[in-house]
C-alpha cells in the first residue's frame, strides 16, 4: 500500500491490472473500456493514464461501483449495484450505440470467510459482468474478470472457450498468495452475428 501511496494510486489493485496489461496486452487501442467494480480506483487510474495516448481524444471510460468513487478526470462513473436495471439502463444511455473494446470486472462480494459461499457470489458477479460483456463487446474485444476460485468456475471458462479465441486464468503477483482470488482473461470476441 506504501508503494501504491508513493506512486499516486489509491489502492495497490492498480498493480494487478498493471501486470495482467503488460503479460496480454488487451487495452492497446482499446477506445470504450468499462471498469466495473471500481472503487476505490486504482484501476480507472491506470484506465485515465491512457487518455496522454493518441488515441486519448476518442477514449470513453465507465467506471462502475455501487460504492462513491472519488472523481477522477476523464473517468465517467456510476454508482449503482451494475446488475441491476436503472443502472444498466443508465450504462446503455451513456454509451449511444459505441460498442465496447473491453469490460474488466473486478467486483467482489463482501466476504463472509465461507469458502464455498464467497466462490458462487464472486461467480455471480463475473456472470453478470459476462452477460453485459456478450451484449456490448465489439468482434475482437477483451474481457477481463475476477473469480474467487472454487471449482464451479469451469462452466464460465468453458463457455467463454467458445466465444473467444483465447481464455485463461491469471494471478497477478500484486494478488496475495493466500487468497483464492483468479483472472479469467478472454481475449478475442467472437461475437455471433445477428440471423
Ligand atoms: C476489490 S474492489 C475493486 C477494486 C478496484 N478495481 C480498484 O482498483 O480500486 C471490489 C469492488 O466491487 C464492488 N462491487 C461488488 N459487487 C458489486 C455490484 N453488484 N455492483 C457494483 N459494484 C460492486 C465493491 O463495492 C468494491 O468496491
Redesign the pocket.
Known amino acids: 500500500m506504501k508503494k501504491a501511496r508513493a506512486e499516486g494510486y489509491?489502492?495497490r489493485?492498480?498493480y494487478?491490472?498493471l501486470a495482467l496489461e503488460q503479460r496480454y496486452g488487451f487495452l492497446k487501442g482499446a477506445r470504450v473500456i468499462i471498469?466495473?467494480?471500481?472503487?476505490?480506483?486504482?484501476?480507472?487510474?491506470?484506465l485515465a493514464q491512457n487518455r496522454s495516448s493518441p488515441l486519448g481524444e476518442n477514449l470513453l471510460l465507465i467506471a462502475?461501483?455501487?460504492?462513491p468513487l472519488s472523481p477522477i478526470e476523464g473517468i465517467t462513473f456510476v454508482q449503482?449495484?451494475?446488475?441491476d436495471e436503472g443502472?444498466q439502463r443508465y450504462l446503455a444511455s451513456l454509451l449511444q450505440g459505441r460498442a465496447v473494446d473491453v469490460v474488466l470486472s473486478?467486483?467482489?462480494?463482501?466476504t463472509i470467510g465461507r469458502r464455498q459461499i464467497d466462490h458462487l457470489q464472486s461467480l455471480a458477479?463475473a456472470e453478470?459482468a459476462y452477460a453485459f460483456a456478450r451484449q456490448y463487446l465489439v468482434s475482437g474485444g477483451h474481457f477481463v474478470t475476477?473469480i474467487f476460485q472454487g471449482g464451479a468456475e469451469k462452466s464460465l471458462f468453458e463457455d467463454l472457450r467458445q466465444n473467444f479465441q483465447n481464455v485463461s486464468f491469471a494471478k497477478p503477483q500484486a494478488s496475495r498468495t493466500e487468497s483464492c482470488e483468479r483472472y479469467l482473461v478472454a481475449m478475442t470476441f467472437r461475437k455471433a452475428l445477428p440471423l
Open positions: 489509491r489502492c489493485a492498480a494487478k491490472l471498469d466495473l467494480g471500481a472503487a476505490p480506483g486504482g484501476w480507472s487510474q491506470v462502475v461501483d455501487s460504492r449503482g449495484m451494475f446488475e443502472t473486478d467486483m467482489a462480494p463482501n458477479l453478470e475476477k
